[in-house]
């Protein structure tokens, strides 16, 4: 009898963004602003069953209206295993993405970041360390606060140097340590090798 791939469950999903946010993301300090969040439990973890783009808009949506009335939550993943896969296809639902902002009124409130398993910045290889600072266990949509971001970059110095400093904290790392970690927070994609 032949074995169907079931998705994977809600708790399962939650448990291993979270680790790879405490791994990777405040692990490395790749985002200052993260771990206050995290500690606070002010993230919202919110895994879609969208098999469709859709669905995952109108989710999106959804998250988007409880965001701006529910102040108690500082930020949304909306976690998708199952929908926007590819890379491709994920970057081409961003503009969508950005159009359900405009229309609801929200753009300049609410700004939405990108991450992916396979995520490639533009003009880069695919193996490439810097990568690294975008890829996740599953595909997201950050959804963050522009007056909490406004804030934050506000009472930090150089912000506009953190993603030059998280490429060059990843070439840091042996590839060896970058497949350790990466794989520990349960991010499978292909890290580089030696050769």
């Not at 009898?1 to 963004?17: A, D, N, R, Y």
């Not at 692990?27 to 973890?45: Q, S, T, W, Y």
């Amino acid at each position: 009898m032949p074995q169907t791939s079931l998705p994977p469950s809600h708790e399962g999903v939650t448990k291993q963004v979270k680790l790879w946010l405490e791994t990777i993301v405040v692990g490395l300090n790749l985002c200052p602003f993260a771990k206050r969040e995290l500690v606070k439990d002010r993230i919202r973890f919110f895994v879609s069953a969208a098999t469709n783009e859709e669905i995952l808009l109108s989710e999106l949506e959804a998250e988007l209206e409880r965001l701006d009335r529910d102040t108690s939550i500082e930020t949304t993943l909306i976690i998708h295993p199952q929908v926007l896969t590819d890379f491709f296809e994920y970057q081409q639902f961003l503009i969508w993405a950005d159009q359900v902002l405009k229309r609801m009124g929200l753009r300049g409130v609410f700004q939405i970041a990108s991450f992916h398993p396979d995520y490639q910045f533009l003009n880069s290889v695919e193996h490439a360390p810097g990568n690294y600072t975008n890829r996740s266990p599953y595909p997201m949509l950050h959804l963050l606060r522009e007056d909490s971001l406004a804030n934050a970059i506000a009472n930090f110095p150089d912000t506009d140097k953190i993603p030059e400093r998280n490429i060059a904290r990843l070439e840091s790392l042996e590839p060896e340590e970058l497949r350790a970690l990466f794989f520990t927070a349960g991010q499978h994609s292909e890290v580089p090798s030696d050769n």
